[in-house]
């Protein structure tokens, strides 16, 4: 393989000519992969279903998938091919993910993923993607839980880099609020403390 060229990843729309190329990633990337029917069934019959590749000179190298019913988007699934792992793939995979929910006027997106896997959560988070709940033994392979996480998406027409923009401004005032507050409460602490000496 050539020096790596962050250009030359090309996102697009998952055909059934992909599923080779599909399988690959997913087999490398999961103890425990969707078959072929699996995914034929997804592109064929499932018409909430939505599915992208990632390729790399002329290779896929990744793909996710969204379930768009209603006003949600139900993230089935997202891999990257272990080999490119570490070069913001994933991160690319759930922006076009998001744009393609707030396109289909999604107003909110769901998602599950193991209580283990804190890399993925950590990325979801980013996105404003939080922990609601718990579904035991969710995983066939180990039976390890499963994570359920929310969003809420901005409104069609925003674009998502504006977007999480905006969610990591809000946080980091809402951030700064707390320690404001904390301070505020902290020194009434200390000033109550020093007038019962």
Known sequence: MTAWNPDAVRLRRMTVADLDGVLAVERRAFSAPWSRQAFLSELV???FARYIVMEYEGRIIGYAGVWLIVDEGHVTNIAVDPDFQG???GDKLMR???TMCIA????????EVRVSNTK????????GFVGVGIRKGYYTDN????LIMWADLPPAGWDVETWVWAETRAEARADTLCDARADVRGGRERSNAHLGD
Do not use: P, S
Not at 143 to 146: G, M
């Open 45 to 47: 019959d499932n018409h």
């Open 87 to 89: 070069r913001h793939l």
């Open 96 to 98: 076009a993910l998001i």
């Open 104 to 111: 289909h006027r999604a107003r909110r997106m769901t998602l």
């Open 120 to 127: 993925a959560q950590n990325l979801y988070k980013k996105y």
């Open 143 to 146: 039976l390890e839980d499963a």
